[in-house]
């Protein structure tokens, strides 16, 4: 979580966010997710670049849209919110 909202280092929140979208399981993107309930606007801009990156990069990234809708289950209300954010960067292409 402290690189995610690392507050001096911009780049290190995309890359991680970037990393953390790459590997695509449920804890990874719920950490995201976790942190974009605790992130700043710049914060969160930086999130959305590094997932935006990890799925239109070359090797792509996996079906973040169906882990989110598993997250979209969660009992924690921050996670679904979170969840639904990062869904909706996955479905938008400009993203």
Excluded: K
């Excluded at 995201?32 to 997932?51: E, H, K, S």
């Amino acid at each position: 979580m402290g690189l995610l909202l690392d507050v001096e280092d911009t780049a290190v929140t995309r890359q991680t966010a970037e990393a953390l979208t790459r590997v695509g399981s449920v804890p990874a993107i719920r950490l995201i997710a976790l942190a974009l309930a605790r992130a700043d606007d710049d914060r969160a801009d930086w999130l959305q670049t590094g997932v935006h990156d990890a799925i239109v990069g070359p090797n792509g990234a996996p079906d973040v849209a169906a882990t989110c809708e598993t997250l979209a289950q969660d009992p924690e209300e921050a996670v679904r919110r979170g969840a639904a954010d990062i869904l909706a960067w996955a479905d938008d292409p400009r993203c």
